[in-house]
């Protein structure tokens, strides 16, 4: 894999925006065909696809053929991307690599009381199969109930699922919100969790409650962020493999890169590809994780 540009426009980013990693490794776990990331961002460039101005953060560029070269390097065939905030509700990029995706990517957007119908509906013929709620202060001020219902009204007979970005202190306040959704519900990033806690906190005694209302989706995703050890992250992997185990059939995993609004430097995604096999040992479990389970939440074709 080449290190990735430099690309006119590029803006200064904020702390906590590092560079990706400059060699992923490759990894030397095969990954079943159709394999998922299902967590990933497409970042401008900022020259095509500006940032928002009220923008919490600045990245730095990643764009599509960026995104594209990693997961060919990776071996992963499909990908789910986010929306980021720092593109607020202009779904511009995104949509621009949706369409480079040729049926193998699906999105993920950010919409409010301002976005129209008409915009939803096109967004959802471009991929688009779920809303995200940003609950972390550092990205937005929280959605109001009002402002969720509104969100609601507006997606209502799609399918969507509702992506919920949330800390661990505030997954225990997620079952009355999770019980008035119309459809799924899944759980970025393990919850954000602290580990601190250990696996017998109050965070995941919720998250596993949450599990096992049979409507909530965890992504186990982001062992990077919740690890309090570092490489190779035992700590946070054990708890996503605690996960899996515990509901085989409601996980997904993502590489979240390009890795915004961290500590310290970029993880190697080779490296988290090659953790997935700790995360799911289980063959059957491992094809849950990465091929079949993404392609019912998000609604890719089947492979069967």
């Not at 490759?26 to 961002?41: E, Q, W």
């Not at 789910?80 to 480079?100: F, K, P, T, Y």
């Not at 989706?217 to 962020?225: A, H, L, N, T």
């Not at 953790?275 to 074709?301: S, T």
Request: aromatic content about 4%; proline content about 10%.
């Amino acid at each position: 894999m080449t290190e990735p540009a430099v690309h006119e426009g590029q803006l200064a980013p904020s702390p906590g925006c590092p560079p990706p990693h400059p060699a992923p490794r490759t990894p030397s776990l095969v990954l079943p065909r159709d394999s998922c990331d299902a967590h990933c961002h497409v970042l401008g460039p900022a020259a095509l696809f500006p940032y928002a101005p009220d923008r919490t953060f600045t990245p730095l560029d990643a764009p599509k053929e960026q995104l594209h070269a990693l997961h060919a390097h990776l071996g992963l065939t499909r990908a789910v991307i986010v929306q980021s905030s720092c593109h607020g509700r202009d779904h511009s990029g995104l949509l621009d690599a949706l369409r480079s995706g040729d049926g193998r990517l699906r999105g993920v957007a950010l919409i409010d009381e301002t976005t129209t119908r008409a915009e939803i509906e096109g967004l959802h013929r471009a991929g688009v199969r779920a809303f995200r709620l940003n609950f972390l202060p550092h990205l937005r001020t929280p959605p109001t109930r009002a402002e969720i219902d509104s969100v609601l009204e507006r997606v209502d007979g799609l399918g969507w699922a509702a992506q919920l970005h949330v800390r661990g202190e505030e997954i225990g306040a997620l079952g009355d919100l999770v019980r008035t959704l119309p459809g799924k519900a899944v759980v970025d990033h393990i919850g954000r969790v602290d580990l601190a806690d250990g696996q017998g906190g109050p965070a995941l005694r919720s998250l596993r409650a949450l599990l096992d209302s049979g409507d909530v989706w965890v992504k186990v995703s982001g062992v990077d962020r919740v690890s309090r050890q570092g490489p190779p992250y035992a700590d946070a992997v054990a708890l996503a493999a605690a996960l899996v185990a515990h509901a085989p059939e409601r996980v997904v995993w993502g590489t979240d890169y390009p890795h915004v609004n961290i500590t310290g430097e970029a993880p190697d995604d080779g490296l988290l590809v090659d953790l997935v096999e700790r995360i799911a040992p289980d063959p059957v479990h491992l094809r849950r994780l990465m091929v079949d389970n993404p392609a019912e939440l998000f609604d890719f074709p089947s492979t069967h």
